[in-house]
């Protein structure tokens, strides 16, 4: 009796342990155990560490949504984990509905488990700022035809902080290093920084990430790029044996880059099923639909738009975070100010009124400006004689960072600081920020014996018709030709940068046509006249010494 009896409790227990199976905790699989394996799972920690300090993360610019309660099946601190069948699953009904080949692995397991156990506090606030995010970079994504889960990078970059600087000196919600946000126009002065411009920012990345998917065909690779740079990854096909699969050239990627897209996959996965997950949003102060924006037409500071019609300055500097010390300089064309909608009516309404109203700190920072104008004017002025202008050169094949530095005459070390790489490499097709030389001519001298030469050559720019052949991209066409992708697809007007075998396209390559030194022939002339009369006269007294002998 006893024992039908404990067999019964056994069997009760036994059904309950397999119910709960799908929940069980997931255990570490020997956790990627060599050094270079382990990805940094520290990079993602560390970014959403920063947030516990940064401004726009305090707990009292956030609340909970009371619309997202009835949705969670949870006790609020249950925190629910799978099994491996069930994140497998999850990730591949993802990946039917995505141009992205998700797939799940232990790699991909590490940062699951970060973003939905570790930091899940800080992933409610993600969840909350996506919705002041997202339908901007959906809107810029789908308007230069990137898939829209790219979205998700932004997390993986910043955690949607506006103001996030990496210890490499990246920054802003996309992290852009300096030389690739020039590159994508965007400007760093002592009043902008447009990497922090939520706008102009996303905007440059929907350029970049495109123009590496016209590169190598395939956005996982496009997105090691965007991490590590097109050299690194270039290098790391090459060791691969010429495989362009980012899960074949991982062993070769850079350490951070090898995590790179595992966590790109578990964003995805956690903000598709975060209600799995027990991850409540804890929402900003104000959302998407709450900002507007308007263009100033003159300069302005936080100071007389909070002084005057009362709009919080920690909202103003949430919203505006590229303006760096609270002014919004006057530029000509107007800058963009964003405010929460509600003080809309009231700034238009009272726009000269706030462009009169002069507290001591608008005063002060106004003269503060008027020095920074004038001495980036004194510098701008050097940099005109001098022929210092800014440009962009392609790679083309058989050069290196050597050759450039010739080209532009300046220094190997120059164009590493210019372009933040990370070692001297180049690779054909890729774009490096260079200063030096004139816009429109190359001058250069040669000192010999005191005397010098000038050659000037002059570049023009000729159309060309070129057709297309079978395997042929507008990537390796810009590279044949010298010229960018986006000027090809302006040229041909194409839509998508599409483009079929057969087709005609117009290109433009620069052609030099070579102006020799007038001054130069003179005195090549000189000298030619001087050994002709020079052999004239040894021919002479040649032949009249032969007559002597003769007589």
């Excluded at 994140?87 to 509905?97: D, T």
């Excluded at 057709?467 to 507008?474: A, D, M, S």
């Amino acid at each position: 009796m006893k024992i039908s009896f404990y067999y019964k409790i056994f069997k009760v227990l036994l059904t309950v342990l397999v119910l709960q199976l799908p929940v069980l905790p997931v255990f570490a699989v020997d956790p990627l155990s060599s050094d270079r394996a382990v990805f940094r799972k520290s990079s993602v920690s560390d970014i959403l560490d920063s947030l516990v300090t940064a401004t726009y993360f305090k707990d009292e610019y956030f609340s909970r949504s009371t619309r997202e309660t009835e949705k969670f099946a949870f006790p609020a601190n249950f925190v629910p984990q799978y099994s491996d069948s069930v994140y497998a699953a999850r990730i591949s009904a993802l990946a039917r509905k995505t141009p992205f080949n998700l797939v799940y692995n232990e790699h991909v397991r590490g940062f699951i488990r970060i973003y939905a156990v570790d930091r899940r506090n800080m992933t409610g606030k993600i969840l909350g700022l996506t919705k002041i995010y997202f339908p901007l970079f959906e809107e810029k994504l789908d308007a230069y035809n990137v898939p829209l889960e790219m979205k998700y990078l932004a997390i993986v970059e910043s955690a949607l902080n506006p103001t996030a600087v990496s210890s490499a000196g990246a920054k802003g919600l996309w992290q852009f290093m300096y030389g690739t946000g020039r590159m994508y126009g965007l400007q760093s002065s002592s009043f902008i920084e447009d990497r922090y411009d939520p706008e102009k920012a996303t905007i440059a990345a929907c350029r970049h990430l495109r123009d590496l998917h016209n590169i190598y065909g395939d956005w996982f690779l496009a997105l090691a790029a965007y991490n590590s740079g097109p050299g690194n990854v270039n290098k790391a096909i090459r060791r691969a044996g010429g495989v362009k699969n980012y899960w074949a050239i991982w062993d070769y990627l850079p350490a951070e880059t090898r995590g790179y897209v595992p966590a790109f996959i578990a964003v995805n996965y956690i903000m598709s099923y975060y209600n799995e997950h027990n991850i409540r949003p804890v929402e900003p102060g104000f959302l998407y639909k709450d900002i507007d924006t308007l263009r100033t037409s003159r300069m302005l500071s936080f100071d007389q738009i909070n002084e005057t019609i009362g709009v919080p300055m920690r909202d103003l500097q949430f919203l505006n975070p590229q303006y760096k010390l609270g002014i919004i300089p006057s530029d000509g064309t107007g800058n963009v100010l964003r405010l929460p909608r509600k003080y809309i009516s009231q700034f238009q309404r009272r726009e000269q009124e706030i462009y009169a109203y002069k507290s001591p700190k608008t005063i002060e920072r106004e003269q503060l400006l008027a020095r920074v104008e004038s001495l980036n004017a004194g510098i701008n002025s050097r940099n005109s004689t001098t022929g210092k202008t800014e440009k962009t050169h392609i790679v083309q094949q058989g050069e290196s960072l050597g050759s450039i530095a010739r080209l532009y005459r300046t220094y190997i070390s120059q164009l590493i600081v210019w372009n933040s790489l990370k070692d001297a490499d180049v690779t054909p097709g890729q774009k490096l920020v260079v200063f030096g030389g004139n816009d429109n001519s190359t001058v250069s001298v040669n000192d010999n014996s005191g005397s010098s030469s000038v050659k000037t050559s002059t570049q023009k720019k000729i159309t060309l018709r070129h057709k297309v052949k079978k395997g042929e991209t507008l990537s390796s066409i810009s590279r044949k030709y010298g010229i960018t992708v986006e000027r090809i697809s302006e040229l041909n007007r194409l839509k998508g940068g599409r483009i079929t075998p057969g087709q005609q396209i117009k290109v433009e390559r620069e052609a030099q046509a070579v102006v020799s030194n007038p001054a130069r022939h003179s005195s090549r002339r000189t000298r030619i006249e001087k050994v002709q009369k020079s052999k004239k006269s040894k021919a002479v007294k040649k032949a009249s010494s032969k007559r002597r002998k003769k007589r």
